[in-house]
Each structure stands twice: as C-alpha cells, then as structure tokens.
C-alpha cells in the first residue's frame, strides 16, 4: 500500500503537465528511487 502512495505522489508533476517523467521533477524524491541518486548525497533521520 506505501508503494502505490508513493507513486501517486511522484506522478503528480507528470499528471500536472509540468514534466514527462517523475524523475525529471527536480523536487521529487523519484529520482532517488529510479536510479539511487538524488539531490541530497547522504543524510539520516533522526529518530
């Protein structure tokens, strides 16, 4: 069930228009789970 919330929110900018793919949103965190990389190099959560 996380999964399918978490391609809804990732396909928001390509149901919008602004994008073609999730990826290319440069706000999104589906570029971290398409290819492993995203805009922030290491961090952790703190619990």
Not at 20 to 43: C, D, I, M, R, W
Request: with cysteine.
């Amino acid at each position: 069930m996380i999964n399918q919330k978490i391609d809804y929110v990732h396909n928001n900018p390509v149901e919008a228009g602004i994008v073609l793919q999730p990826e290319h949103y440069l706000y999104s965190s589906a570029t971290e789970y398409a290819v492993g990389k995203g805009l922030l190099e290491n961090f952790q959560i703190l619990c």
